[in-house]
């Protein structure tokens, strides 16, 4: 097994570092070489994917070895030859966004009492839910903290476009270059080990997470036919990379996830460093990728909820392309409206959530932006129009056929049936209520929370004190990142507040990267003695925070699953599970709900089935995340569980081609004795002290 392993690692690294390097060469102007590594994994599983499902289309098969190859080798000779024509990307490959004056002792007296206060509720006990007033009082001294700082820079002057003179930049000399990259590499181990501590000593060899089961049957059904479609309404790029990695490798989706999987939760950390570096430096990209994988909890939740694709949509590839968008924005060429364009269009092959934040987000900015370009920069303008336009068109692209979007756009402008993207919108909107205030701080945390509301308001005082368009294009589009998430948390009609609540905390690490670093380097300015003191007391305190938060965060990852017994399936159904791999001849089966503690799902990915899918009837009534093909396969499969012989569970047998019956004793409703009472109809063909498996006597 350890070998497989090593195999599955290094195939791992073949598929997304390899085939994106040149690539990130040719269009990342930066020296930083964790930055452009960054670029090469978000261009590679961008482009293996895409290049994989026009394979998949054309030849109308599943994803084969030959697929796999093909698509790899494609993208790695075409980065390469577009590098050894066009070269690599030319540019000053430094920070954009100037450094703030380090605040004085005044402004930090306020943020040190806040984060003593931080510091008394994370040694709390850990069920206690701090009042309102005191969340309110914590935001008031943070506020007053800003409003200080701004006093003590009232005599600094606009001074002129461009960089300041305190920026680092990327480090220069050897010694500098190995202290970066080995305090990078301190950072993704402490990563790695919170997000593989748990499964690993818990859950092994099954995913943790009962989604997994889902992604797992995708992939499954990418490799067998290249479509997910009746399965259920998902974008291809996640399982088409995990098929494209399982031919690799060779192993079954459901032994490569756990293997592979926990890893993803580097990608929301990297993404945060390279956006970082690219803002303020490498100093700042550090500590935004330590806050992003260690601190944040959203983050880990969706390792820890196996919500893989919105994982890689969400929290790594539109994080890159908010940092596209910036760097367009700032040098506009072609190199970097190609890149933009290739990202942005990467987070519709990955996930729908995502899509949707990139439309809201990048809506708003071209309507601030393109204006002030045509008028004060015509020469940049074309460039920037143009590669909006440019990932328009591959975003069309991508989602053509998985939202079947010309039903969709017509629907919408005739009123009539827009399809399954139309039954999805319509399922979504209004139907889950905001969570609560609490739950925004819990996925935060609050070291984060409290020092990224510090640092928007530092990046506001650095505007107001420089006012020009280098400086205000980072304030812009953090400022607006923050509030459209914080407002999509809290109204019913973003129709996902519990995803915007969750991926609002990775803006939230950026700005508290910024004011972290910031508070520190409070450290090397000259002072007096009185003053030194209340500096050192401020950078303290803070530093405990973010340490104590860690150490927390790393000590509950190595535990149990925080869903507690969905985290791997009992024994006696796994057992179950494997009897149906070994008898899986053809055909579909109908389960119940749930099976112990874990989902159906669970029995479709262990029996190498793809349906039929049974959801609980109040889930159905619901209408909301159900599959596209509609509610009545959902409806025939509760009646076949409720109504073991007649005539519509026969013809329901024989229409969906129905081999097995798995039900779980236990299971509210359903009667498993009904079918051991009718031994003309059904055989049982497997029986432990949770699960029976029948047989239909009539199936082939």
Known sequence: MSLAVVGVFVALAIITLLPGWFWSKCLCDSADNGERLVYSAALSITLVPAVALVQVQLLGTGVTLLISVLSVAIVFVAGLTCYLVFGSAKGPGEPVAPLPTPPGPVALIPVAVAFAMVLAILFSDEALTPPPWLAFLMASLVILSAGAYLFETRRETSGPPGFREDHTGSPTSPFASRVHYLLLATVLTLVTFRSYSGPLMYDWPFPRGVDSYQHAVMVRMMLTGGTTEPFMLYP???????????????LDPLMLLPIVAPALLLLPALASYALAARLWGWEYG???AFFSGVLLNGSYQYIAYARYPSLVGAQFLFVLTVAAFIRLYLSPSIRNGVLLAVLGSSVVLYHQVGSFYEVLLLGLLSVLFVPYLLLRRRRGAPVFVLSLGLLGALSVFFAWSTYDLPTLVGGLLTGGDSGQGGEAVAMAIGTKGAPPISRLVDLTSRPVLWLGLFGILLSFVGLLRRPNATNAAPFVVLFAWSSIFLVGAYTKYSGFPDRFAQDSGTPLAVLAAFAFVTVFRSLLQRRGVAQALVMSLAVLLVGSAVAVQAVQNLRLAAGPSERGVDARPPARVAVAGRWLEHHNDGGKIVVTPRVRYVPFRSVLAMGHYTGMQSYKIKKIRRSRDIPPFGKQPLWDAQWVLHHPTGQRTERIV???????????????G????????HADQYTMSFDNRDVAIFTPRESP
């Open 286 to 288: 550090l500590v935004a």
């Open 236 to 250: 291809p790029g996640f399982h088409l990379l995990g098929a494209v990695l399982s031919r690799f490798s060779g």
């Open 654 to 668: 024989r229409e969906y081609d129905v081999r097995r019956i798995v039900l779980y004793k236990e299971y509210p």
């Open 670 to 677: 359903v009667r498993w004795r009904a079918f051991e009472g």
